[in-house]
């Protein structure tokens, strides 16, 4: 039986207002509208088709004039929300929308810290639920979510080109300069962090509030035909970069993916936990794991870099070897990512690699006080000193070779001292033994160039029958005085221009020079310098006075030669 005249003319006539007015906020129109549209289904079949189609007409175009999301500029910009940048938020503070729906309101789940943003307007979603409540009763919410996948994709895909997530190719990745890479890492966690605790979460909250309860699922597949493509979209910057060529300068970058993922994997298995949206969790979970064995992979091969770096050429006055600031200063980095690490670091440093001179460290007498990671960082430590001892070879002088393994491990020392972190993994033993190591050196050193020196003043050859011959001893003293002032001055000469950078080590070294040269001249002047000076021209061999060579001593390791200290003496 067909309805009255006047009920289709009614409906009509609602339907006609629809066409004309925006019912975004129009409640009683929207009601109308809905009823009109039941009577035509009670009427004709084609006039329910009519009235499907134009409420799925009204369904997009509602879904389409909230497109964009309703966030701050902040969050799309840079976020200042502490629950993205620190697990210690309050998760007692709660932040109200104004809307007087209970599912708009700020929570936190036991996944990590989401904040409910409104992507669309509260009253716009009931209107959306009317119509997709009508739509599924009329057969067509298959319709109804596949318009609504489409729109809410799109309006997801513009949130992340506005957080800056490109879509990543994952050659075009690895041909990134890694200046522009390292912005990009920096960019996409804080990017990624957004998109899952505000932008992925309301999107499933949308889902559900609209779809729930209306089919088998609904709300899961609308939710799953939504995201899935942005997720994806999301995911292949991290995956391109868990799969391209390491470096060691990457390896930071590649942990604070590595943090950022896993601290988002708790959100991620919520907020995806439906079986449809196991794919997602297992790429997500797959990348943290790439992630994890690019990292050892990378402290592997920083290792062996280490081992064979092949410069020969001495570096100028026996400094502090830019490999070795390079590896120290790289692995109290390491340390400040101690955490994650320990975590990813599960087997012992390989000792049966590289060049078996290098493994006289014996790791086994840590293994009980150290963590893998802690050993591996010994193991870094033991490669750079064998590598240092060989470029020592390359110096001419036996001195400057002892000086230059001083000066290293002593700021190899200074290093792991001024960590907390890493003297507390590398640990007291191992640094009792760079300790030596380090004494070692300095006292080869002032051996090899006190002796010399010292030499010179010893007694021996001076006396004959325990007094002077006129002529001999006089010659012999000579000949002692002019082999002492060669040998100062080409001391003084060649250390002035040696380099000790650390203040404290060359004051230390000065005055250790100091205290073993000067007595010893003091009392071989004041024994021996009368017959001299009885003599034919004294000062052509007593060229030094006490505070002559005291002088000279504070020339040492300053890395200028001599004539540069009379400049700067002169002009002070």
Known sequence: MSPPESTTAAVEKTIRQRKSTDLTGHHHVMDRYLVAGDEVQKSTSAAALSSSSSALLEFRNILLSHASPQLDSEWLTESTHPEFESPGFDSQEEVADGSSDKQFEHRESNAGIREEVDLIPADAVRDLRRIAERMAAAGHLRECIYVYASARSSAVDASLKELGVEKSDTGDVHRLEWETLEKQIRRWTRAARICVRVLFAGERRLCEHIFQGLGDSAEVTCFMETIKSPAIHLFSFADAISTSNQSPEKLFKILDLHDALSNLTPDIEAIFDSESCESIRLKSAEIVSNLADAARGVISEFENAILLEPSKTPVPG???????????????????????????????????????????????????????????????????????????????????????????????????????????????????????????????????????????????????????????????????????????????????????????????????????????????????????????????????SVEDLENAVLDFFEGYSVSQHLQRRRSE
């Open 318 to 544: 026996g400094t502090i070897h830019p490999l070795t600031r390079y590896v120290m200063n790289y692995i109290s980095l390491i340390s400040d990512y101690k955490k994650t690490l320990i975590e990813l670091i599960v087997s012992k440093p390989s000792a049966g690699s590289g060049d078996p001179a290098v493994l006289d460290t014996d790791l086994s007498e840590y293994e009980n006080q150290s963590s893998c990671l802690a050993l591996h960082l010994i193991w870094i430590i033991a490669i750079l000193q064998f590598n240092l001892e060989n470029k020592s070879k390359h110096y001419k002088d036996a001195s400057l070779s002892h000086l230059f393994m001083m000066n290293n491990v002593h700021y190899i020392v200074q290093k792991i001292k001024g960590s907390p972190e890493l003297r507390e993994m590398i640990g007291d033993g191992y640094l009792r033994k760079l300790n030596g190591i380090f004494r070692s050196a300095a006292t080869n050193y002032q051996r090899g160039t006190l002796v010399r020196v010292l030499y010179c003043l010893r007694d021996e050859g001076l006396h004959m029958s325990g007094s002077f011959s006129s002529g001999a001893s006089r010659s012999a003293l000579r000949e002692r005085f002019k082999a002492f002032n060669a040998m100062f001055e080409e001391v003084h000469r060649t250390q002035a221009t040696w380099l000790v950078p650390d203040n404290q080590l060359r004051e230390e070294l000065r005055i250790s020079i100091s205290e073993r040269i000067i007595p010893a001249y003091r009392s071989f002047l004041g024994r021996f310098r009368i017959p001299i000076e009885r003599g034919k021209h004294p000062e052509n061999y007593i060229k030094y």
